[in-house]
């Protein structure tokens, strides 16, 4: 009698210690430290544009919204281009920076509506453009901006293309 009820509080003991090593480690999962700022993959930084802003592109490969998310995740925003002075410094930067093909997503996408591109990080529509030769021409099929990194020229793509290169910014 005395044996089982002792047997019983060790039960007890071993279960409330072990809940508390779950909790505790999941705490552990929940407060993993935000990864600073870019740093990932050695990323390097563009040079300041006059509004303030740096673009970092990745070496990484992925689809439209994995993109918006991995930006999101670092603390940065997906890129938008508001001038020409920002297309200029940015493929400067991806021209000087990475290899062929370098195709990268911008931040812009015309998903809802046809033919209106918007900043995805501002919802404003796109005023200055870059567009290559006849481009935008996917209709309703290619919904999402990228850059070649080449000539600093646009061209719309499949949104779930996952062979693109993720293109954030610093939060001027
Ligand atoms: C910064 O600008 C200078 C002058 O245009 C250029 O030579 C250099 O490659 C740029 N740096 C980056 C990281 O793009
Ligand atoms: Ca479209």
Redesign the pocket.
């Known amino acids: 009698m005395a044996s089982s009820s002792f047997n019983f509080v060790h039960f007890l003991i071993y279960g409330l210690c072990f809940a508390t090593l779950v909790s505790s480690s999941l705490e552990n999962e929940l407060k993993k430290p935000e990864t600073p700022l870019g740093a990932i993959n050695d990323a ?4 300041l544009t006059q509004s303030g802003k740096q673009y970092v592109g990745y070496n990484l490969y992925m689809s439209f919204i994995d993109f918006i998310e991995h930006c999101h995740k670092l603390g940065l925003q997906p890129a938008n281009v508001l001038t020409k002075e920002e297309n ?2 940015l493929t ?3 021209d ?2 990475f290899a062929d093909p370098k195709y990268f997503w911008l931040g812009g996408a015309d998903i809802g509506r046809e033919g209106r591109y918007y900043w995805i990080a501002s919802l404003s529509e796109f005023t200055f453009t870059s567009w290559g030769p006849g481009y935008p021409n996917g209709g309703r099929d290619e919904n999402c901006a990228t850059i070649y990194g080449g000539d600093g020229s646009w061209y719309d793509q499949y949104c779930t293309n996952d062979g693109v290169q993720p293109l954030c910014q610093t939060i001027p």
């Open positions: 390097k930084f563009s040079n200029d410094v400067t930067y991806l000087g920076n």
